[in-house]
């Protein structure tokens, strides 16, 4: 099978690293831009290009999508299949061209968390059990028929990086059976029931502000949700402190927002109970665990 990998994050690169390894053939990698980062405004790859260029596979990154230039290049290619793995939207003219046309892999058992963020809202919303799906690309994003899905259990310690990488490495073995499936023609599409749709908007900065008002449940997810980025945060005495690691507690019982330390711990209380803070960032400073923490800084007697 003659393939065209999409993809831009270090998540994809398990899944294009299987195909490669496989019997089937990478004709090019499509990945976006390069881009300027930094104060030096040096100027840095996606991971996905950068696996690709070690492993001497063609490149392409189209500023638009739907440039003619890049669809001849694509068409000359001739492949059987692209296969699609966090990218940007793809224009019907492209996702239809090879011969078996195109299938994405997204982070949860669809039809439940369409969109941009689904491993975030999966742990946002407590939930025990997520996983991926490969899927057939159609107009509307995220809505096509069904390969294989692939479950795992989320785990009470998973934040959003063990969580990623879980499902990174349960994504390649979705991406290459789905791919041995369809050279032998042996699946059965699954249409999705969209009346059990949910879905999955992208992180804003609003988002990530912890609100010691809500039930210690929702901090708590909300914490592992966005660790190790962007952050859950709150502001004390006008100042952003961000939390990437907490435990829940049933003692010491405090009000809503109040904070207590001891020589060595850290508590905040929210609407139904305590949070213990094991690793804190205070602004401008790198990220420290709790002790460290409480003997530079002593939240008890700022006011908010």
Known sequence: MNIVFFATPDFAIPSLEVILNSKHNIL???TAPDKERGRGQKVSFTPIKEFALKHNLKVFQPEKLSDEDFYNELSELNADLFVVVAF???PESIFTMPKYGSFNLHGSILPKYRGAAPIQWALLNGDKKTGVTTFKLEKKVDTGNVYLSKEINIEETDNFKTLHDKLSLLGQEAVIETIDMIEQNNFELLKQDDTQASPAPKITKELTQIDWSESLEKNFNKIRAFSPFPGAFFIKANKLFKVYSSSKQSEPVLGEGKFHQTKT?????????????L???PEGKRMMKSDEFVRGYNLNSVNS
């Open 28 to 30: 090019a990698v499509v």
């Open 88 to 90: 940007r939207i793809l």
């Open 279 to 281: 690793e804190i960032q």
């Open 265 to 277: 711990e850290l508590y905040v209380g929210c609407k139904d109970g305590t949070l213990k803070i």
